[in-house]
């Protein structure tokens, strides 16, 4: 029986272009998957992916996110968000946008795509498929990159979302409950990255209020983190599992726009995609 291949992009922000360079050598590799799980601005990378359309994804790090309709204090006092996710996944994506995503083709692809958010008011996984998406749109993109403060929750069907890693930062689990024999892990940040709540516990007050338990589970998002990479290193000592990730970041943080940086780090992820190809060869 054949093998079933997942791979997962855990987003963040903009180190997220990393995971753009890797999936674009896949597409340039034709190597293909049966499942991808999308935290963020990764499920937004796998969508491009899905699509066939290599590059795409790079645009908006590198070209679009200069732009201040993109993000910026002008959209946080105008809409509340500092991104504009509604122009990220709308105006742009659209199929009257600059850069549509191809709809048709996503919708074509026997891959499966999971979008990770999280329900602002339980605190709970939500796990968005395709059969959510349709023509122009893609709201689960922007659900799933509402990060906390910064951008206000995203609303669909009167259901407040933030961020999916809030709830779910690693999703390798959900990946082998879906079924997965093999995963590939895209990884944003150093494989031996420990995160620190300390910067987290501070925007988590600031939702408390209004939405208690996305502030726990914000307090709580590095410790779930860390401990998903731990139980990734064990996948992988098992064979089953492969992680992808930068040796560092050159410099970019989840919101910085330093275009040569970019460029670097995407470069990275382009090369580091070819370790892929012998870790799917390989029959264990």
């Known amino acids: 029986m054949k093998e079933k291949i997942g791979i997962v992009d855990v987003g963040g922000g903009f180190r997220g272009v990393y995971a753009t360079g ?24 796998l969508a491009s992916y ?12 590198t070209e679009y996110a200069m732009r201040k309709k993109y ?25 009257d946008g600059e850069c549509p995503l191809d709809y048709s083709a996503l919708k074509a692809n026997t891959m499966d795509l999971v979008v990770v958010a999280e ?7 939500k796990y968005f498929t395709k059969e959510d998406l349709s023509q122009d749109h893609y709201d689960i993109f922007k659900a799933s990159s509402a990060i906390p403060f910064v951008c ?17 930062p690693i999703p390798i689990k959900k990946a082998f409950e879906l079924g997965c024999d093999k995963i590939v892990l895209i990884l944003t940040l150093p494989r031996n990255t420990v995160r620190q709540t300390d910067r987290d516990k501070k925007i988590a007050a600031r939702i408390r209020k209004q939405y208690p338990l996305s502030a726990k589970n914000l307090e709580q998002r590095a410790l779930r ?23 560092d970041t050159c410099g970019i943080s989840t919101l910085s726009r330093k275009a040569e940086a970019l460029k ?18 390989d029959p264990s």
Do not use: W
Not at 36 to 45: K, L
Not at 119 to 125: K, L, M, N, Q
Not at 264 to 276: N, V
């Open 152 to 168: 206000k929750p995203y609303f669909i069907k009167k259901v407040p979302y933030y961020d999916g890693a809030l709830a779910d």
């Open 225 to 247: 983190y860390n401990a998903g990479v731990k139980l990734a290193k064990q996948y992988e000592k098992q064979g089953c599992l492969l992680i992808i990730a930068p040796n």
């Open 22 to 45: 890797v999936l674009d050598r896949c597409l340039d590799e034709q190597i293909h998957f049966d499942l991808g799980i999308g935290v963020s601005a990764g499920s937004a990378n």
């Open 71 to 95: 993000m910026g204090f002008g959209n946080f006092l105008s809409k509340r968000s500092f991104l504009n996710l509604d122009y990220i996944y709308g105006t742009l994506s659209n199929s």
């Open 264 to 281: 670097q780090l995407y470069q990275k992820g382009y090369e580091d995609g070819k370790k892929i190809v012998s870790f799917l060869a």
């Open 50 to 61: 899905i699509a066939g359309q290599p590059r795409r994804s790079f645009k908006f790090y």
């Open 119 to 125: 329900e602002a008011r339980t605190g709970r996984s």
